[in-house]
């Protein structure tokens, strides 16, 4: 089993900077593949960015390019998202993600183990 802890969400005004954190426990995280979703209110969990087991690869939904990166550091079993230039729309419940049988996990259906979720909030 794998547990994932986000944290690093909160209140920020449009065009400013938030950094997520993902830390696993439970066992390591260095073969599977990461991303993380969100969840606005009323809205359906989606895509937001995918990092392979290694970090070589990403891929990012096309709203967020240029926007945001999501990068990790295997030997502290933590994956981060740096968020910056935030608008409001990108606000959500942001989950960290973990698949263990794809490269990218880019659909809820391959995510195995997810967070609890961080609260991302903008003001316009």
């Known amino acids: 089993q794998v547990q994932l802890v986000e944290s690093g969400g909160g209140l920020v005004q449009a065009g400013g900077s938030l950094r997520l954190s993902c830390t696993a426990s439970?066992?390591?995280?260095?073969?599977?593949?990461m991303g993380w979703f969100r969840q606005g209110p009323g809205k359906e969990r989606e895509f937001v960015a995918a990092?392979?087991?290694?970090?070589?690869?990403?891929v990012y939904k096309d709203s967020v390019k240029d926007r945001f990166t999501i990068s990790r550091d295997n030997n502290k079993n933590t994956v981060l998202f740096q968020m910056n230039s935030l608008q409001p729309e990108d606000a959500a419940v942001y989950y960290c993600a973990a698949g263990r049988l794809v490269n990218l996990v880019r659909s809820p259906a391959q995510v195995d183990y997810w967070g609890q979720g961080t609260q991302v909030t903008v003001s316009s």
């Open positions: 439970g066992r390591t995280i260095s073969s599977y593949a």
């Open positions: 990092i392979d087991w290694s970090g070589g690869s990403t």
